[in-house]
C-alpha cells in the first residue's frame, strides 16, 4: 500500500545545530508539503513543492529550507535550530489533479534545548 | 489575507449528543473547503466541500458548505468517545497548499 513516512519520530537537539527532517512518500504524488503544529497556532505551511527541482515558501519559512530532487523525497533542514522551532512536523502529499486532498505523514516531533 | 476561523476552539459533550462545528472563511479565489480529524497522531481526510458538492454524509458525520455565508458545519451525531479529536478545517488559498484553521478540540464523556 502506498504510503508517506517521516523520520525520525522524534528528535531532541541543542541551540545552533543544523537538523535534516526526511520526508518520503510511494504514492507518486507530484505535491509536497511540509507543516509545523504549534498548540494554539493550528497547522502553518513551512515550505511546499509542486515537483523535481521546484520548491516554495510557505507562512513560515524563515530558518528553514527544502530540496526536490526526486518525486519520493522532501526532507527539511533547520539550518541553525532555535528554540522558536520546537514543534510537530507533518510532511503531507496530494496528487493535485484530483483535488486538494493532502494524506499526512505520521509527525516528527522536534525538540530544540 | 486569506484566513480560516474555526468555533468553538473546544467543546466537551456526553456519549449521544449531538455536535455541530463551524468553520468561516476567507479567500479570494474559492474551490474547496476541507475537513479533516486528527487524534494523537496525523490528520485524517474526512470530507471535500466545493461548489459542486455542497454536501457530504459519511455515517454518523456530515458536513454541508453555505459559499453565499462563506461558512461550513461539521455535524456529528450520537457521538462516541472515539470521536473525541481535534477537527481541521483548510481551504487553499491558491494552488494545493492548504491555509488551516486552529482546530476544534472535541472531548466525548461517557
Known amino acids: 500500500d502506498a504510503e508517506i513516512t517521516q523520520s525520525p519520530r522524534h528528535k531532541i537537539t541543542e541551540t545552533g545545530r543544523q537538523v535534516t527532517l526526511a520526508c518520503h512518500q510511494t504514492w507518486n504524488h507530484n505535491n509536497m508539503f511540509w507543516y509545523r503544529q504549534d498548540l494554539g497556532h493550528g497547522l502553518r505551511l513551512i515550505h511546499y513543492?509542486?515537483?523535481?527541482?521546484?520548491?516554495n515558501k510557505g507562512e513560515v519559512s524563515d530558518g528553514y529550507s527544502v530540496s526536490r530532487s526526486n518525486t519520493e523525497d522532501l526532507p527539511l533542514t533547520l539550518e541553525s535550530a532555535a528554540s522558536s522551532q520546537t514543534s510537530v512536523y507533518f510532511c503531507?502529499?496530494?496528487?493535485?489533479?484530483?483535488?486538494?486532498?493532502?494524506?499526512f505523514g505520521p509527525g516528527t516531533r522536534l525538540t530544540v534545548l | 489575507e486569506d484566513k480560516v476561523v474555526q468555533s468553538p476552539l473546544s467543546l466537551v459533550v456526553h456519549e449521544g449528543d449531538t455536535v455541530t462545528l463551524n468553520c468561516s472563511y476567507e479567500v479570494t479565489n474559492f474551490r474547496s473547503l476541507l475537513w479533516y480529524k486528527q487524534e494523537k497522531k496525523a490528520p485524517t481526510f474526512l470530507f471535500m466541500l466545493?461548489?459542486?458538492?455542497i454536501e457530504k454524509k459519511s455515517g454518523r458525520l456530515s458536513s454541508i458548505l453555505d459559499k453565499k455565508e462563506l461558512s461550513s458545519i461539521l455535524n456529528i451525531t450520537a457521538t462516541q468517545t472515539g470521536d473525541s479529536a481535534i477537527y481541521l478545517c483548510?481551504?487553499?488559498?491558491?494552488?494545493?497548499?492548504?491555509?488551516f484553521g486552529k482546530g476544534t478540540s472535541l472531548l466525548v464523556t461517557p
Open positions: 503531507a502529499s496530494s496528487a493535485g489533479s484530483l483535488g486538494n486532498e493532502q494524506f
Open positions: 483548510a481551504v487553499p488559498p491558491s494552488g494545493y497548499a492548504l491555509n
Open positions: 466545493t461548489s459542486s458538492g
Open positions: 513543492s509542486y515537483g523535481v527541482q521546484d520548491t
